[in-house]
């Protein structure tokens, strides 16, 4: 017999995390977004949707199958951002966002970053300093109608993490299969057989 969370959940949930790389993958993140920015916080559209969604990286979370949250990333110099983050009201009891953050933080580790930042409500606060994450000075901000800190925690680069030395090719692999050949890799075993014509020199009168 399973034994169910309240609201029918499993007690012991099948969680899954990756990157958002299919369009239908991009509409759950951005159903589930509308459903808690703009459905629970009133957010507006056009302050929810920003216009830097096609220039992040988006991950998605499943629960049992089920999309049940995502998070947006940005990178910057030193550290990556952590956008957006959201779970769905009736999975929030499970605690699955821990799941989310620490996918997150170890996807950024795995690119070499040091840091992840992060702009958060302060009723949060309390939960991310769990997680390792403090403020990075004194200022509360305001934007979509809510009050904010700055927040970050120290990542320590994975061991592998890709750097400018890296194996050429292993920049190619898929985002979050970095450790798996990529079908680039398969091509390099065919050798440099289609080389590019001879330029023909345009003759100068």
Known sequence: MTVQKP????AHPVITIKLASTSDEMMQCY????????????????EEFDGNDYTATHIIMYVD????GSMRLRWFQSFCKFERCVVLRRYRGL???HHLNAWCKDFARRKGYKRAYVHLQRRL???MEKEGFRRVD????????????????D????????????????????????????????????GASNPHAPRVERLVN
């Not at 459903?35 to 629970?40: D, F, R, W």
């Not at 199958?65 to 049940?68: K, L, Q, R, V």
Request: aromatic fraction near 10%; charged fraction near 25%.
């Open 31 to 46: 159903a589930l977004r509308a459903a808690v920015y703009m459905g629970e916080q009133n957010c507006p559209y056009w």
């Open 138 to 153: 004194d200022r509360i901000f305001n934007f979509s109608d809510h009050e904010y800190y700055a927040v970050y925690c």
């Open 95 to 97: 605690g699955v966002h």
């Open 65 to 68: 199958g089920e999309p049940a």
């Open 125 to 127: 606060l309390p939960m």
């Open 155 to 190: 990542l320590e680069p994975m061991e592998g993490a890709v750097k400018l030395d890296t194996d050429p090719l292993v920049t190619n692999r898929p985002e979050d299969r970095m450790d798996a050949p990529g079908i680039l890799e398969q091509s390099a075993a065919r």
């Open 7 to 10: 609201g029918g959940m499993p």
